[in-house]
């Protein structure tokens, strides 16, 4: 058993090169006018592509400062200046587009790219969670002070990141907004939660951990590989991923390119994977879904205590959505509970809004993003 499982990386490349070469021939048939093989063709093509990683395709993006893990993007805007943090869960920074795109009409933006860990050599060592805490730290200090804006998963290291600065009397954050991410994993735990209470980390680093093929830069690195965080995003709900490809092949049938081409945008992104470093993966299952420790105040950064009551001129903003089944309602409000001393909070759910919903697409672009700039305008 453990022996197929130190070999399936491999042989999930290995089958990568029979899948490109049924997508390249089935790409011939996009113009064909027969709309049963046009069809049949197109979805077989979507079900068997490489997605790579996409682009912001925002004017003026420059590269601010280079780590091995992580590029900090510069999006030049008017007004004040904004972080954006971006997860590091499984899908490519892009997937804040929206985000970004919002922000940067009033801000001048920063985000976190960070990269695929298969592509990182050895040599640059490994990336812990502790690492993400100092990383975010440092750009907020290289930054001046910006307001942050942390989405879903990194609200956990960028609350961190705040106290610590805070804690050693050095600048924070001019305003700190938390949207939906797991504070406090204990409180309306999702099957994401379950998932990890049900199951020892001894049993996530045999069953979840691989060895990077001698194929990319990163060979030798143990990852939490992206194609399976992909696997576990669709068995969330595979229903409506079989429903939306169902209707992505009835669409090609009758010729409705507007709506294949929605699907297309949608899926060209949510199958855009990366790998992550096993020793961030792991700490990250830990600390936060297993021990809680931020919660329950108990989490050392590098022997340092994280104590989010330090945090005394930092406005906290945390936003949830409704309908979150990734960090239910409560788990971001946490914050406000933690920090105590913060000159001002604020809590605001999105009804009717899912976790995507939560920083992009309409919702995010009329109700949430609004609530946002005005927090943001009220902290300077």
């Given at each position: ?338 920090c105590s001393r913060a000159p001002a909070k604020r809590h605001h759910i999105a009804r009717g809004t899912g976790h995507y919903g939560l920083f992009s697409g309409s ?18």
């Open positions: 058993m453990l022996g197929s499982q130190r070999m399936l990386y491999p042989f999930h490349q290995l089958g990568r090169y029979g899948f490109d070469a049924i997508s390249r021939f089935t790409e011939s048939f996009a113009d064909t006018p027969i709309p049963w093989l046009r069809a049949n063709a197109a979805l077989l093509h979507r079900i068997t592509k490489v997605y790579s990683k996409p682009t912001f395709g925002i004017d003026g993006e420059r590269v601010a400062i280079e780590h091995p893990f992580c590029r900090l993007l510069h999006f030049s805007g008017p007004g004040p200046r904004v972080l954006v943090c971006a997860p590091l869960s499984g899908h490519h920074a892009t997937l804040v587009r929206d985000t970004v795109a919002s922000l940067r009409a009033h801000h001048d933006v920063y985000v976190t790219d960070w990269l695929d860990a298969r592509e990182v050599p050895l040599s640059s060592g490994t990336f812990s969670l502790d690492d993400y805490v100092a990383l975010l730290a440092r750009f907020i200090t290289e930054l001046d002070q910006p307001h942050v804006v942390a989405v879903c998963q990194p609200t956990v290291p960028a609350l961190a990141a705040t106290a610590l600065l805070s804690s050693r009397g050095k600048p924070a954050p001019r305003s700190l907004v938390l949207m939906g991410g797991p504070i406090d994993a204990r409180v309306n735990p999702t099957v994401v939660c379950k998932l990890a209470t049900e199951h020892p980390l001894a049993w996530f680093e045999q069953m979840m951990i691989h060895t990077v093929p001698a194929a990319f830069a990163g060979a030798g690195r143990r990852v939490y590989p992206g194609f399976l965080q992909l696997t576990a995003f669709v068995m969330m709900h595979p229903d409506r991923h079989a429903q939306a490809y169902a209707s992505y092949w009835m669409n090609q049938l009758r010729g409705d390119t507007d709506a294949a081409r929605v699907h297309e945008r949608f899926y060209d992104e949510y199958n855009a994977v990366l790998d992550m470093d096993a020793l961030y993966y792991l700490e990250t299952v830990r600390t936060v879904f297993q021990e809680f420790a931020l919660a329950r105040g108990i989490w050392r950064v590098a022997g340092e205590l994280v104590e989010p009551a330090a945090i005394a001129a930092t406005p906290v903003f945390a936003i949830e959505g409704e309908h979150d089944d990734i960090s239910a309602v409560g788990q971001t409000a946490a914050a406000l509970t933690l919702r995010w672009r009329e109700s949430i993003y609004p609530e946002v700039r005005a927090f943001i305008e009220d902290a300077k």
